[in-house]
């Protein structure tokens, strides 16, 4: 099966704290990619994070960062010092054949 | 970079009419494009791949003779829905791959709601 699963449909998280959005994944491929996405509600999807199937490291991009675990085909997105601005749905994407899979997508809002 | 328009954003049209939504990568060239339907409160739904030069490859369930799609050029795609109706108003939104990607991201457009009356 080739799908994406965000198991949480929406979370809140305080100001300036820290979040993890979780994401796991079915594939039976060796080689891909990973991807964050956010929606907010201007609803124009914004690329945040991205990570290479095959390299160890996870991927960090300022307060965004994840933790890839390739044998739990696991890939959870962590915001740290969380900002208003950061109130979105976040999609997490696998690539496929020739195209990317999408989660449902969880709802972060922001509480100041 | 890689900034992709869409255009137009709202479109309102009566039913029975066809409406052709424009898709643009402004700062690369893009052979592969695709074209998503967004329901309210739902993920994105893959419609088609649009590759240019070739056929668009449709998903299962998508009438490719309502959604028709033209990949002109390495940076235009567009999709006309044909003979519209009221359950084909959505949000479509297009996203285009950069042919110098290596890792097959999708930067995506604003998004386009149509509204059919």
């Known amino acids: 099966a080739q799908t994406v699963t965000q198991s949480q449909p929406e979370m809140s998280v305080q100001e300036a704290e820290t979040v993890t959005l979780s994401c796991t994944y079915d594939t039976s491929e060796s080689d891909y990619y990973l991807f964050w996405y956010k929606q907010p509600p201007s609803r124009q999807m914004i690329l945040v994070i991205r990570q290479e199937a095959y390299k160890q490291q996870n991927a960090t991009e300022n307060r965004f960062s994840v933790n890839f675990q390739k044998a739990a085909k696991s890939f959870s997105l962590k915001i740290s010092d969380s900002q208003l601005g950061d109130a979105a749905m976040y999609f997490c994407?696998?690539?496929?054949?020739?195209?990317?899979?999408f989660g449902t997508g969880t709802r972060l809002t922001v509480i100041p | 970079g890689a900034v992709v328009s869409q255009h137009p954003s709202r479109v309102i049209c009566k039913s029975g009419t066809s409406v052709k939504i424009e898709c643009r990568s402004l700062d690369f060239q893009a052979t592969t494009m695709f074209w998503y339907r967004q329901f309210p409160k739902q993920s994105l739904m893959l419609m088609a791949t649009?590759?240019?030069?070739?056929?668009?490859?449709?998903e299962q369930g998508v009438e490719k003779d309502k959604f028709l799609i033209n990949h002109a050029s390495l940076t235009l795609s567009t999709l006309t829905v044909t003979s519209a109706h009221p359950e084909d108003s959505s949000f479509y939104i297009c996203s285009a791959r950069p042919d110098s990607s290596y890792s097959y991201e999708q930067y995506f457009g604003p998004g386009t709601r149509l509204t059919v009356t």
């Open positions: 649009s590759n240019e030069g070739s056929k668009a490859t449709y």
């Open positions: 994407g696998r690539t496929g054949a020739n195209n990317l899979f």
